[in-house]
């Protein structure tokens, strides 16, 4: 079983849904990272968590440490949201793990 | 403020070859990280150095090893390179504590 799993795996919307991509982790964390990387590979850090929710503009992310469990969420989604979107825990000192990626198509 | 340098961007070597991959942190980061991406495995974490001492190391065979110099700039090199090591090799920089900032990737190509 891997240590952080996510989910769904591959996520389709219309321009102006509601989205949750949710990540959820077997291990002991000191921080809970939210990746997005868009097709040529760059890797863009969007939220680090360690309680609570954190707001950046139309995305959202929130953490669970008692229920491991952490959720990004995009509002009013946009095609340019498009890309892989990563959730990655933070074991120690700056030693990531990362779960598989939720692969989202937003279309217009 | 400039990002996170990784060079070269691209690499094709020979199997049984050695590569060096290069990258430099945002200014003032201490901390950098290299992480390996493939198809198959995904994201893998390989080695974190901080003031020029490694202080983390993944699952990785010693072929793969890095070291920091005292302006925190990193390298990695890759010994006796094998098919399997064709990646898409990233570099990350932090302040302690704040979050990561990547570099755009080595893809390195074994043929």
């Known amino acids: 079983k891997n240590e952080v799993e996510q989910s769904p795996q591959n996520l389709t919307a219309q321009e102006g849904e509601f989205i949750t991509i949710n990540c959820s982790y077997s291990v002991g964390i000191s921080a809970l990272h939210w990746l997005q990387q868009h097709p040529g590979g760059g890797i863009v850090s969007l939220f680090m968590l360690s309680s609570g929710k954190k707001k950046h503009g139309r995305l959202i992310a929130t953490i669970n440490i008692q229920e491991k469990h952490s959720s990004l969420h995009i509002t009013a989604s946009h095609p340019r949201d498009s890309a892989v979107y990563i959730c990655?825990?933070?074991?120690?000192?700056?030693?990531?793990?990362f779960g598989t990626g939720t692969r989202l198509q937003v279309f217009p | 403020k400039a990002g996170v340098t990784q060079t070269p961007r691209y690499l094709i070597k020979t199997r049984g070859q050695q590569v060096t991959l290069s990258c430099s942190p945002i200014?003032?980061?201490?901390?950098v990280s290299w992480y390996q991406q493939t198809p198959g495995q995904g994201l893998q974490f390989l080695f974190e150095?901080?003031?020029?001492?490694?202080?983390n190391k993944g699952n990785f065979p010693g072929r793969f090893s890095g070291r920091q110099f005292s302006n925190s700039r990193s390298e990695m090199n890759v010994s006796t390179l094998e098919l399997g090591d064709s990646a898409l090799y990233l570099c990350?920089?932090?302040?302690?504590?704040?979050?990561?900032?990547f570099g755009q990737g080595t893809r390195l190509t074994v043929v």
């Open positions: 200014s003032g980061h201490r901390s």
């Open positions: 990655a825990v933070e074991e120690g000192t700056d030693k990531l793990i």
């Open positions: 990350a920089s932090r302040r302690t504590g704040e979050r990561a900032f």
């Open positions: 150095y901080f003031s020029e001492t490694q202080r």
